[in-house]
């Protein structure tokens, strides 16, 4: 089968032969063109590689909000662009082991068998359809009993942590991930104090919609507590937003309200709401190789590229992590956070988790019929 970028390549220029009269300036063309670029991401100036390498939890304990649209896209964006990536899936659900091709079915080898039986991370690991930078762990159904097993384990929630640890140690260095991306469940429970003790940073999606940030306070209540008892190096680094759709002013509201209290860690980038980004998974696609030309696509790019470039200002003695020996085992009674399950919104005042932004209440929307349509 002919590689569709070479197909639109081949097409534009017998179109410009034919002096077919194309409109190079039109919204077609356009997007035929951002197609190529994105196709042929190879021919361009790749992404600059992280100071080290970043594991990078995905989480919102909110369901649809984009965790694994986000997850899947950005780990193809950093692949396409050069740099090797590992994609973790930690929801029983395995929509990201769909979007990326890879099976997922019981019996699969999986991160179920990574965190509850004995195998290492690199029996479990599979190659992708959409570059051979991407790999990816899938998560089949067995992972749905994993909350529960996992609490007679010794350490259960270092499990994921020592399972990366180990696999990046058995690689030698130019075959190491620049990053690990986790996909989380929409929950708080064992699998996401999994993702959090592995990170060293969160990224958080968030959806312009009414109710976005609501239970956001309890995601960061949960991440001071992992910071405090577990895992000292983890921070929220990044927040995405996502599934913006510009005719609403509702998501103009909600964009300029995470942007207020949380400043810098917002990329500037926006995933705008596009169908071809909902569509693409039905393919076992990202949104990169199903419609590259899309405005998903290309949003999805550039959001990739800043995270990308934030990266390379990190420094690699301070991580405490991943070159270095594996951390020594918790204490018998390490204190467990109380991780529990959504129970609405947060009733009080966000912690302070970040020195640089605003303490202080998240103003959530609170009426939204006139502002949608
Ligand atoms: N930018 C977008 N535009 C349109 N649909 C989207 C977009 N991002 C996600 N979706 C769709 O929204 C639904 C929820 O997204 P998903 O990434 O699965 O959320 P989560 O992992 O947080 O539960 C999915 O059907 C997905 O295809
Ligand atoms: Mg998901």
Redesign the pocket.
Known sequence: MSDPGQRLRSSLTADAAAGSGADFDSPIAMEALRATRVLHAADQEPFPAPGRIRVITVA?Q?????????TVNLGVALALYGLRALVIDL?PQG?TSTALGVDHTVGTPSIYDALVGDSSLADVVHPTTASPLLRCVPATIDLAGAEIELVSVVAREYRLRRAIEGYVHSLPEEQRPHYVLI?CP?SLGLLTLNALVAGDEVLI?IQCEYYALEGLGQLLNNIELVRAHLNPGIAVRTILL??YDARTKLADQVAEEVRSHFGDLVLKTV?????R??EA?GYGQSVLTYDPGSR?STSYVEAARELAERGVHLVPESDPRPMGPPPPPPPATAPMPAIRPSSGPPSGPLPRAFPESDAGVLPVPTSVDEETR
């Open positions: 919102n909110k369901g649809g909000v984009g965790k694994t649209t986000s929801d929509n996909d929409p999606p996502t599934m995933i705008p709401r596009n169908v980004v909902s998974p998903g």
